[in-house]
């Protein structure tokens, strides 16, 4: 399993930007699918974006497309969310996870096994 460590949240006013970054250790982070989640107050958890194993296919939440780009340094363990044209909407709590067995999104939240700690961006208006 591979460990998981979020950094890069903040505050933030609205039409500016943020990097997030993920930091993986344990298992070779090559063979993970890796995905960025959201979770607002009060409600569920949501798919943002994803990013296959090699980096060559990515995936986006119809609300975020154009905005948020994900991307991946495989020699570095490290996957990345570019966030751009913030708004108040985006505030939440940012998570990063891994998996090996499929492109982690909404449908995969309950078998994802691997989180990170989460990354809080709030987003002013």
């Known amino acids: 399993q591979v460990q998981l460590v979020e950094s890069g949240g903040g505050l933030v006013q609205a039409g500016g930007s943020l990097r997030l970054s993920c930091a993986a250790s344990?298992?070779?982070?090559?063979?993970?699918?890796m995905g960025w989640f959201r979770q607002a107050p009060g409600k569920e958890r949501d798919f943002v974006a994803a990013?296959?194993?090699?980096?060559?296919?990515?995936y986006y939440a119809d609300s975020v497309k154009g905005r948020f780009t994900i991307s991946r340094d495989n020699a570095k363990n490290t996957v990345f969310l570019q966030m751009n044209s913030l708004k108040p909407e985006d505030t939440a709590v940012y998570y990063c996870?891994?998996?090996?067995?499929?492109?982690?999104?909404?449908?995969?939240?309950?078998?994802?096994?691997?989180w990170g700690q989460g990354t809080l961006v709030t987003v002013s208006s």
């Open positions: 996870a891994a998996d090996q067995f499929a492109i982690p999104d909404k449908d995969r939240i309950p078998d994802i096994t691997s």
């Open positions: 990013i296959s194993w090699t980096g060559g296919t990515t």
């Open positions: 344990g298992r070779a982070f090559s063979t993970y699918a």
